[in-house]
């Protein structure tokens, strides 16, 4: 088997060691190629996608094909089907990951840093006691001077130094000013530009950051890249055929039960209007590497800001798979006025699901079961201020239900509460709320781990293997009230012509103890 590109994001390195690629080198000749303006303005593209999910690799291959290192893309898509003449060109490359971004100050002695290690290369000299923008555009004049060529300008994780502060809203208004005096240098110096591309993985509004470069090119939800990264069933099959084949006898299952699992945890991205899904690359590498279904990418980044940001805007977590947004949503990011619901898809933790062309709406939703269920546990644990819910506990729920042992479960529930700091001194109801649907549905989606038909959407309702229980919970009434209400609204209709029996119960909750009170079986 060739080895897994694991921890390496440069191109030349996968190819030289004879690593997995994956061949991306029709959507890389796509852009090299789209030529300039009728005014000889080389194209400037703009990539928004989550964190972890080949941006710096996309980066690394363009440089190696604008720095003509034709060599390392023998046997490829574009020497196979193209005549691309692997042009040598100047290439300016910034990775704001890498540098220094505490405050605004440090930023812009980082990016001059940086801009003066760039033109020693080429032998050109710029005056330090300029102000970046001035930098910027000196060294773009004085390298296109020097090589005689027009310039490559790419920038990969260009919102960095915005993201890092991204609940400091002073560090990350004064990270964004200094960005946007360098990133509208590239209007300016457009005689000397050959081709740019921006990579990150917010999607802030070209008049916060992009201030005059009206001729930036989104992709980020253009059909035509919409699995330019990330990989495709078709190529997840074809090129780590050795390595599924392999995660199947460590699995102990059969070819078709392996892919299936595959996709249920770490495929369903989707990036523009066509029903188009990829895979989640990093999660999918290290699940090859380790031979173990984990959270791979999840736990690379817990999004602690995320829960807290959801908690302030009382975001409605049940309602997630029901919301919808336009395309202009998208792109309202802005640090001052954070939308929760945008922040959400750009950062990977939701997707699209459905585009209605009629009404131009994208509906939304998780895009596997690594995300919901981690993002889930996240969310109950923020919301709760409680590391009590636990693999173990949820299983214990799930056991008592399965043994029709009602005490049990709720014993294991009313244990739950009892740890919430008396610190959250909360009588919203619609909290609570949140709470029990959270832990509902992370008991659906255990008791469906394996299914991807019906992964077991519960707001108050949990199936299994051999009973139906439908619950409803009053924060404010009796238990038989709550009983009540299924009965008189016809809740349990649906379920009843299934032969599986159904339970339907009345839970009350006691807001001054913050915990369960009584439960009653109708």
């Known amino acids: 088997m060739k080895p897994l590109p694991i921890g390496s994001q440069t191109f030349e390195h996968i190819i030289q060691g004879n690593g997995v690629y994956v061949d991306k080198t029709q959507y890389i000749y796509a852009l090299a190629n789209a030529g300039s303006d009728s005014n000889g303005v080389g194209p400037k593209f703009f990539l928004s996608r989550p964190r972890r999910f080949g941006k710096s690799l996309t980066i690394s291959t363009l440089d190696a094909l604008f720095s003509g290192r034709r060599e ?16 040598t060109f100047p290439v300016l490359r910034f ?36 102000g970046v923008g001035q930098q910027f555009e000196q060294l773009i004049r004085g390298v296109a001077a020097q090589t005689r060529s027009r310039v490559v300008v790419l920038v990969d994780e260009y919102d960095a130094p915005i993201i890092r502060h991204i609940t400091d809203v002073k560090k990350a208004a004064d990270n964004r000013e200094v960005l946007r005096e360098f990133y509208t240098t590239l209007k300016a110096e457009d005689a000397h530009m050959r081709f740019v591309l921006l990579t990150g993985v917010s999607k ?35 090129y780590f055929k050795d390595h599924i084949q392999a995660l199947a006898k460590a699995e102990q299952l059969n ?29 999918t590498l290290l699940l090859f590497e380790q031979k173990d279904f984990k959270a791979h990418w999840f736990e690379t980044g817990t999004p602690t800001f995320l829960v807290e940001l959801l908690k302030q805007k009382t975001f409605a977590i049940s309602e997630v798979e029901a919301l919808t947004l336009t395309e202009p949503d998208f792109s309202t990011y802005e640090i001052e006025n954070l939308n929760p619901l945008a922040l959400l898809v750009q950062t990977g933790y939701l997707t699209i699901q459905n585009y209605d062309k009629t009404r131009g709406t994208y509906q939304l939703g ?15 644990k923020g919301f709760s201020e409680s590391h009590e819910v636990t693999e173990g ?12 042992d009602l005490d049990l479960f709720f014993d294991t529930l009313k244990t739950f509460f009892a740890q919430i700091p008396y610190t959250i001194q909360l009588k919203n109801e619609r909290y609570y709320q949140t709470i029990f649907y959270l832990i509902f549905t992370l008991i659906g989606l255990r008791i469906h781990a394996e299914v991807t038909t019906n992964k077991g959407r519960i707001d108050a309702l949990v199936e299994i293997e051999k009973e139906i229980y439908l619950f409803e919970f009053k924060l404010q009434g009796t238990a038989e009230e709550a009983l009540a209400q299924i009965q008189e609204k016809g809740y349990a209709q649906k379920y009843q012509s299934q032969a599986k029996p159904l339970h339907i119960l009345g839970v009350s909750f006691d ?12």
């Open 255 to 283: 070819l078709a039960e392996t892919l299936e699992k595959i996709k249920h945890w770490y495929n369903g991205y989707r990036f523009s209007k066509t029903n188009e899904k990829v895979y989640n690359p990093f999660s």
């Open 95 to 130: 990775d704001l990951s890498n540098i220094g971004k505490e405050d605004g100050h440090k930023l812009a002695q980082s990016l001059c840093f940086r801009m003066h290690d760039i033109a020693k290369i080429y032998g050109v000299k710029i005056d330090q006691a300029r």
């Open 511 to 522: 807001p001054v103890e913050r915990n369960i009170d009584r439960w009653v079986v109708g």
């Open 204 to 238: 802030f509004s070209k008049v916060s950051v992009f201030s005059g470069l009206n001729n930036l090119q989104d992709l980020t939800m253009d059909a035509r890249y919409a699995t330019f990264l990330g990989y495709t069933q078709e190529e997840l099959e074809f």
């Open 366 to 380: 998780y895009p596997n079961y690594e995300v919901e269920n981690n993002l889930l546990v996240s969310l109950v």
């Open 72 to 87: 390392l893309f023998e046997g490829l898509w574009i020497t196979q089907n193209t005549d691309y003449a692997f042009e």
């Open 393 to 404: 506990s949820l299983w214990t729920l799930i056991d008592a239900l399965g043994a029709s």
